[in-house]
């Protein structure tokens, strides 16, 4: 199976030299899938936001060489108009051009939500100073964010965060395929016409992932918990039914034609490449 899909992989800026190593041999192995862009998360406190930084400039400085460019994640809330708009300049400088708009959580013991209470706050904010330099991706929900009062309010806000001048979604990562489906329906019924590319998470670690999932809202349908749950401490076989699961699962989205796949990596290469080989997406 071949096909020319857009594929873009997001990491989390590293703390040590060991971990920026090996960040950096993670993406030099990644880019056989040769992804559009790779993307940085972007933490609360000050030094992440450093972390963060310094990432994305290295990707873009080897994007002349890669093709790879650089994303990196801005969340707003808690931050000023001043501070944001000197990151928005620092990138404009770097030649960055993309950028995924979040509102992000607010630091633990922190009460002011700063000058941005929503991520369509920050968009408007950003195409007021920048006007359209930046490629915009902003986070939606295909099983409802975890704060929401409801699915409707939910969309309301992804609605918002478009009419503010959003490009492109990246979804929450989710196993159930029917939820992504029904939520696509939802958007086109309420005019939401961006770009709705699906999240992907390998399944590593199944505690880590079930409670990172129980935190953000993202469903593990009943029958693929059970299943995990069978395999305790079989690492192997665990290995090899999440191969399968995830090759199938990411088969099934490219042949209903989404416009790319967002791979949520955790800083490794497996089983992203395994996957991707698979599915004749290494080049």
């Not at 310094?54 to 931050?79: F, K, R, W, Y």
């Amino acid at each position: 199976m071949t096909t020319d899909i857009i594929l873009s992989c997001e990491f989390f800026p590293p703390k040590t030299e060991t971990g920026i190593s090996n960040l950096i041999e993670t993406r030099k192995n990644l880019a056989v899938i040769k992804p559009e862009y790779y993307s940085v998360t972007f933490g609360a406190g000050g030094s992440t936001q450093d972390n963060t930084l310094e990432a994305v400039i290295d990707i873009q400085n080897a994007s002349s060489m890669t093709g790879i460019a650089a994303a990196p994640h801005l969340s707003c809330v808690g931050s000023s108009a001043p501070r944001i708009l000197d990151l928005l300049n620092q990138y404009r400088a770097n030649g960055i051009e993309r950028i995924v708009a979040l509102r992000g959580d607010l630091p633990s013991g922190t009460r002011a939500a700063g000058d941005f209470r929503y991520a369509n706050e920050l968009i408007d904010f950003i195409r007021k100073e920048t006007g359209d330099h930046f490629t915009i991706e902003v986070a939606c929900y295909p099983e409802v964010h975890p704060q929401a009062n409801s699915a409707q309010h939910d969309l309301t806000n992804f609605k918002r965060k478009v009419d503010a001048g959003a490009n492109t979604a990246i979804t929450q990562y989710f196993y159930n395929i029917d939820a992504y489906y029904y939520f696509l329906d939802r958007c086109q019924r309420n005019g939401i016409n961006i770009p709705i590319v699906p999240g992907i998470m390998p399944i590593n670690n199944f505690s880590q992932l079930a409670r990172f999932s129980d935190n953000c809202g993202a469903e593990i349908p009943r029958w693929l918990r059970r299943r995990l749950e069978e395999f305790y401490d079989d690492t192997a076989s665990l290995q090899a039914f999440t191969l399968d699961f995830l090759t199938e699962f990411t088969q099934k989205l490219i042949e209903s034609g989404v416009p790319g796949l967002h791979f949520y990596t955790m800083n490794k290469t497996d089983p992203i490449l395994t996957v991707c080989q698979r599915l004749g997406l290494t080049h």
